[in-house]
């Protein structure tokens, strides 16, 4: 009977050690650092219910789940009120991965104690495990406006910003041009210093020729050392472009063409030229471009302004007089036309006919007679017929009948083929 007695005490004195005597502190790691102590921002606490509750909250930090609910349930016994109990619970379920019955709890404390710290960021940490980022965020940027906001506040803000960023950055890459701008300038907010996502931004105001707001975007990039970077460059020349800065961009271009040694930038630099030469194209050039049936008038205009060895010839005669072209659009380049011996004037009536519509069979024959008469190396001493095949100049009778009429756009092109032979 001693023997039972003295076994009986022992043992009641091994549980009283245990009640008594809490585990040791254990540093909570990895995502559990997050999981602050429920008593943040509770207020006071009784000291007997604190000596309780700071060991069964260590029991939770070190994993023994089932230690630690059987003492919260014996201080919510003594006390049924003491809300970080109930909060220690929510945290063993969200440890679990119990994030409804978790939610139900801190949604109790915050229901009876609004302004509770650690309910506040338990209910964050599930929006985070729930991977509703946005949630967490604004969640967190409140918790991180109070005075006792935990350290871990601003750097869990900082890591929900990453993750924000680089969401947003990839839904911007899949998303049309209109989308894409806003979720771009949203994933700017995140990471102001970001490159990519900003040349992307300002890529996609270029293309929907927003120039003003593409070059904004680019400023942040202007004083640091990406300025120099190829994609900067273009981007930089593009707006130029779009501004009407041709000359900037020309030389932007060039600059790239040089340095990189990229066929694409040489070809872009010449393309920019024709623009920039289009650009200051007269008037009359822009009309001839778009007519729909290609007069003489219009051709001696697209000429004159297409080729620069027919604009700035010299040494020619004194064309004959023509009586019908002084009120005539474009008078000045028909007599150049006339002056090199392409259109011949009418020697009774002293007509050149500049309305005359220009047929296919007639525009080849404008052509071929051109070669001969600027002295085109490929067509030396050749009959005028056999100038264009000799000189690799496209045939408009191969693509029309002869007596088919021919667009502005057509003659254009075809004197552009010619321009390279004079």
Do not use: H
Not at 408 to 415: M, N, P, R, S, T
Request: aromatic share 6%.
């Amino acid at each position: 009977m001693r023997v039972t007695i003295l076994l009986l005490a022992a043992a009641m004195l091994v549980a009283s050690c245990a009640d008594t005597t809490p585990p040791p502190t254990v540093t909570p790691q990895g995502e559990d650092r997050y999981l602050i102590d429920p008593r943040t921002g509770y207020g006071a606490i009784a000291p007997e219910i604190d000596r309780r509750f700071e060991a069964a909250w260590r029991f939770a930090m070190t994993g023994n789940e089932m230690e630690a609910r059987r003492r919260l349930a014996e201080i919510q016994n003594r006390d049924a009120t003491f809300l970080p109990a109930m909060l220690a619970e929510a945290l063993l379920d969200i440890q679990a991965g119990r994030l409804d019955s978790a939610r139900a709890a801190i949604e109790l404390a915050l229901k009876r104690k609004p302004d509770y710290t650690a309910a506040q960021v338990y209910e964050a940490e599930i929006a985070v495990r729930e991977q509703k980022t946005r949630l967490a965020y604004d969640l967190y940027r409140e918790i991180a406006a109070r005075p006792d906001a935990p350290p871990t506040a601003n750097e869990r803000i900082a890591q929900l910003q990453t993750t924000l960023y680089e969401q947003l950055f990839a839904a911007a890459q899949a998303a049309p041009d209109a989308e894409a701008i806003a979720l771009l300038r949203e994933a700017l907010t995140f990471n102001p210093a970001a490159i990519e996502p900003r040349l992307l931004l300002a890529r996609k105001l270029l293309l929907q020729r927003n120039f003003d707001e593409s070059r904004r975007e680019l400023d942040p990039i202007l004083n640091t050392g990406e300025v120099d970077r190829p994609e900067v460059q273009e981007l930089l020349a593009e707006i130029d472009v779009g501004r009407g800065r041709y000359q900037e961009a020309i030389a932007r271009y060039d600059r790239l063409a040089r340095r990189t040694r990229e066929p694409r930038y040489a070809q872009r630099l010449e393309e920019v030229k024709e623009e920039w030469s289009m650009a200051n194209m007269p008037p009359q050039y822009r009309a001839a471009l778009d007519s729909i049936e290609l007069t003489r008038a219009d051709l001696a205009i697209l000429l004159y302004w297409t080729v620069p060895s027919v604009r700035f010839a010299t040494n020619l005669g004194a064309p004959p007089i023509a009586v019908d072209i002084e009120d005539v659009t474009g008078r000045e380049e028909i007599i150049r036309a006339i002056a090199i011996g392409l259109y011949d004037v009418d020697p009774v009536t002293r007509r050149v006919s500049p309305y005359r519509v220009v047929t296919a069979e007639r525009l080849a024959r404008f052509l071929a007679r051109l070669l001969t008469l600027r002295g085109a190396a490929c067509a030396r001493g050749l009959a005028t017929d056999k100038a264009l095949a000799a000189c690799g100049v496209s045939d408009p009778l191969a693509a029309f009948a002869p007596d088919a009429t021919v667009t502005g756009q057509d003659g254009a092109k075809l004197l552009a083929e010619i321009k390279g032979k004079l």
